[in-house]
């Protein structure tokens, strides 16, 4: 049995439970290796714009809440930041739910001291501030490529391939996709210079990445319904992004016994 690995931090977001799009499987998978002192949930969480089209929750889902829970109960400190697809959440900033502490940003310190500025993102991202109308369609049609994507995956698995995210494929190759996710790191980068921090951790974008600049770093934990991925802060202050459907693969994957050894045998 596989021994889960601790971490000092763990910064997951937009799980978009309430979606069929949701990995929950991989996510529970996730929270059962990996155990940290601090667990963030930076923003979209659970989906309440679907949830309110249509009702949509599978048991798996409340498996994803039991196992927060829990780590909730056994010490592990869990702040959640509300995103905008969860945004019911915001009035209840300072609140205390279920051992969760609900906090609309925070200033996280690292174990080798620096000040790294939490929030969702959606803050610096101008289609959600300045045309709802505009992101809930592309809400739309982002929900339409998921299913392609689940469709893809499940062919996959027919013929023992590992997870692929056609969804995170298109975003990479289309160029508008590519230039809106670098202003919005620039904008993110801009806010961590006006609040003199050493970096800023963000989601949003559902783009993992870890980007040093002159002043500060920008962190994105990525997502749980195309990449599968999360940030991690290890007890030096070590960052590392996980891509949890590689690690997946790789431990499913059958262990071929060494050359010299088959030569041995023989």
């Known amino acids: ?149 689940r469709v893809v995956n499940f062919c996959r698995r027919k013929f023992n391939l590992p997870y692929w995210s056609l969804s995170a494929h298109i975003k990479r190759k289309v160029k508008n996709a590519v230039e809106f996710v670098s202003r919005f790191e620039d904008a993110l980068v801009r806010a961590a210079e006006q609040h003199h921090v050493d970096g800023i951790i963000c989601g949003h974008v559902h783009t993992a990445q870890i980007k040093p600049s002159d002043k500060v770093t920008y962190y994105n934990d990525g997502d749980w319904v195309e990449s599968c991925t999360a940030l991690v802060e290890h007890f030096d202050g070590h960052m590392e992004i996980l891509h949890w459907a590689d690690i997946v693969a790789a431990r499913t994957k059958p262990h071929k016994q060494p050359l010299k050894l088959l030569a041995a045998a023989e």
């Open 1 to 149: 049995m596989t021994k889960a690995t601790r971490y000092r931090t763990i910064w997951i977001s937009d799980i978009h439970l309430g979606t069929p799009g949701c990995n929950a499987d991989m996510l529970v998978d996730f929270l059962k290796y990996n155990e940290s002192d601090t667990l963030y949930l930076v923003g979209d969480i659970v989906d309440g714009w679907r949830l309110k089209r249509s009702w949509y929750w599978p048991p798996r889902h409340n498996d994803v809440v039991r196992r927060i829970l829990k780590k909730a109960k056994n010490n592990t400190r869990v702040i959640y930041i509300p995103g905008n697809h969860d945004e019911m959440l915001r009035p209840y900033d300072g609140l205390n739910i279920g051992g969760i502490e609900v906090i609309k940003q925070h200033i996280h310190v690292t174990a080798d001291n620096r000040k790294l500025l939490v929030l969702h993102g959606d803050e610096f991202d101008g289609i959600v501030l300045y045309a709802r109308w505009l992101a809930f369609l592309g809400d739309q049609a982002y929900a339409f490529l998921l299913v392609l994507n």
